[in-house]
């Protein structure tokens, strides 16, 4: 059997171009995930910014002014801070958990990001269950914090550990019934259905209006999950030193303060797309006649405004939860811990039943 060498030279060629088509293919799988990586980087670095600025603001403080314009680069420059800092380790903890912690806690909510609809076309896994995936790995961030203050081998850390799965424990539940609520509303687990049932009544269909309770339910459960003030529990400083982050330095420290913010972001943007119409821009006709037909723009330029009607909601709620950590002050564990069984799981529970009630009904 004889084979020519320009045989081979094709044979080669097609197995080359057929190599080149996978290596292209895994480069355009990869490029809307560091995409959307790259886009909540700068949104964190933003809410840090916003957060120092009103903080500046409610206390008559100038705030940060040095770094970069307007001070929008000191997070930047104390990120890079502890980068470069050194990584401590507790000599008589746990070291595998207390390297792992950290990082569980903020892989659990970047992976919660991909089922977040930013505009009708630009979701990064548009699922059927796309909520309650969310609930689901979000779960998994309170595992870390509880390796971590474990991990330790510190009483202030491991209390702060043990607060911060009471805490998630408390509040998820009430925060799932309000989700549950919204699902049955719009008979659907998918967040794009979610926010096209909201379109079609205009602003009015907003999931707001119809379900208020449920909304403030969900407000302060998304909260308490931040761990913000007032429900700071894990990490306060007057009790616990610093919680689950006592003896934490450098990169891991750092890892805390993200995983914060990105839950914070996270929540923001599950109000907007559950409760406040997603990309929708849903304003009164008094003030935006039919003639515009913002919503049914298509294309790049559909898209963008989507993006930017989505983003004006979301920080317009991380305005609320920022001044109300500066307004607020700390409850104690108890109070904590009563609000979210005594008081919000009934009322939650009367809000999924009304609104089963209302669909059956309905039929």
């Given at each position: 059997?004889i084979i ?5 030279e094709?044979i ?8 080149l ?8 799988m990869?490029v809307?995930?560091l ?5 909540i980087?700068?949104?964190v670095l ?5 957060e120092?600025?009103i903080?500046?603001a409610i206390?008559?403080r100038?705030g940060?002014?040095?770094a970069?314009?307007l001070g929008?680069?000191?997070a930047l420059?104390?990120g ?19 390297s792992i ?8 909510i ?10 009708s076309r630009?979701?990064?896994?548009d ?7 969310w609930?689901a790995?979000?779960?998994i ?21 043990l607060r911060a799965?009471?805490?998630s ?10 989700v549950?609520?919204i ?7 998918s967040?794009?259905d ?12 907003w999931n707001?209006?119809?379900?208020p309770?449920?909304f ?5 459960s ?16 007057e009790?616990l030193v610093?919680?689950?982050?006592t003896e934490?330095s450098?990169?891991?420290f ?16 599950f109000?907007t ?11 009164p006709y008094v003030?935006v006649?039919?003639?515009f ?7 790049i330029i559909?898209?963008t ?32 811990l009563?609000l979210?069984?005594?008081f919000?799981?009934?009322?939650s ?5 009304l609104t089963?009630?209302?669909q059956?009904l309905?039929l």
């Amino acid at each position: 059997m004889i084979i020519y060498t320009t045989e081979v030279e094709d044979i080669n060629s097609f197995y080359t171009l057929e190599s080149l088509k996978e290596i292209y293919g895994i480069i355009w799988m990869l490029v809307p995930i560091l995409t959307l990586v790259l886009g909540i980087t700068i949104g964190v670095l933003v809410i840090v910014w916003l957060e120092r600025e009103i903080s500046a603001a409610i206390q008559q403080r100038i705030g940060p002014e040095y770094a970069g314009p307007l001070g929008i680069l000191q997070a930047l420059a104390d990120g890079t801070k502890l980068l470069f800092k050194e990584n401590i380790l507790p000599s008589r903890g746990n070291t595998r958990l207390f390297s792992i912690g950290p990082a569980i806690a903020v892989i659990s909510i970047l992976l919660s990001f991909s089922v977040i609809p930013f505009s009708s076309r630009l979701i990064l896994a548009d699922l059927n269950i796309g909520i309650f995936l969310w609930i689901a790995i979000s779960s998994i961030a309170p595992v870390g914090l509880l390796m971590s203050g474990y991990g330790s081998n510190n009483k202030y850390s491991f209390l702060g550990g043990l607060r911060a799965a009471a805490q998630s424990i408390s509040y998820e539940i009430p925060l799932t019934l309000c989700v549950l609520s919204i699902s049955l509303l719009s008979n659907s687990s998918s967040t794009v259905d979610i926010v096209e049932a909201q379109s079609k009544y205009g602003f009015w269909g907003w999931n707001l209006w119809r379900q208020p309770i449920g909304f403030i339910i969900f407000l302060i459960s998304s909260l308490a999950k931040c761990e913000r003030l007032p429900f700071d529990l894990p990490e306060a400083e007057e009790e616990l030193v610093a919680g689950y982050q006592t003896e934490y330095s450098g990169i891991k420290f750092g890892l805390f303060y993200v995983a914060s913010y990105l839950n914070l972001l996270l929540s923001s943007l599950f109000v907007t797309v559950l409760y406040l119409g997603g990309w929708n821009i849903s304003i009164p006709y008094v003030f935006v006649p039919e003639l515009f037909e913002i919503n049914k723009i298509n294309g790049i330029i559909g898209t963008t405004i989507g993006i930017f009607i989505t983003l004006a909601k979301t920080y317009l709620f991380l305005f609320i939860s920022i001044a109300t950590r500066w307004t607020l002050p700390r409850l104690r564990m108890d109070q904590l811990l009563n609000l979210g069984w005594k008081f919000l799981l009934p009322i939650s529970l009367g809000n999924l039943l009304l609104t089963t009630s209302f669909q059956l009904l309905s039929l």
